[in-house]
């Protein structure tokens, strides 16, 4: 500790170390804390076994209400509530995350790619994990329908156009791209392609010829982009996530749980298209 009295004002630095903190039976107390302290102290001890806390504190020693012991409790309690109400913020702060959100990686609409941001967040997350082993993650996959099912149906229309494009060339579909002036082209033909019922017919059954907005809004629209394709498309986000975790952290650390559809529960400001975590 290192403490600092200039004109009764109180500057003081307390490093607090505690090696191999362990608990005893529970005690009911009315003035004991209520909160989940065995969770706070999984994120605070390293692997070692380890809490090395800095406590900066300050006052008046004019205040008659002034007490160390007591400012040095309050600011324990406030470290303990920080780490259970903001647990990625703290391990972010201390594995080098920096301003980075650990609580979620995001995706783009549509895709189950990771970005190099979002690599990124999960190595420190990775870190933090293999520091802090008496912890374990919780991964749950997301899709945002208002988001996710306009992607899905585009990703759909652009496969058509690339499998009508690569049966003309004999080439593979997935090395095939759509140049902007071509686009037209291969729309009719994926169009007359697609098995549709919804294709308007004329008098005697063949398809009609349609402007490429009516071709485009068909086949968007038979795109198979319902709950189920959503479901699969978080499903593969969660699967995802955990296969890159589990290369540097053991896979039974890593949980995944139930995917989800929709917005609800995600109160940041961060895409909705995303891997939300929890810790255990």
Known sequence: MRYRIVDGKLEAENQLYLDQLTFGDKVDSPSALKLPILLA??????????????????GSLDDP??????????VIVNLITKAITA??????????????ELGYVEFEPGSTALSEASSRRL???AKALLDRPALRLEATGRADPAQDEVALRRQHLDRLMRAAKAKSSGDLPDSVTIEPAERPRWLEAAYKAADLKTKPRNAIGLAKSLPPEQMEALLLESA???EEALRTLANQRGDRVKAYLSTKVPPERVLLTASRLGTEGIEDKGRTTRVGFALK
């Not at 102290?41 to 300050?58: E, F, M, Q, T, Y």
């Not at 209400?65 to 309050?74: A, E, N």
């Open 65 to 74: 209400k002034f007490s160390i012991g007591g400012i040095i409790v309050k």
């Open 87 to 100: 647990p990625f913020a703290l391990l972010a702060s201390a594995f080098g995350g920096g301003g980075e």
């Open 41 to 58: 102290v999984a994120l605070l001890k390293d692997r070692n076994g380890v809490i090395d806390i800095h406590l900066p504190i300050s």
């Open 224 to 226: 198979p982009a319902g």
């Open 123 to 125: 190595d420190t997350l």
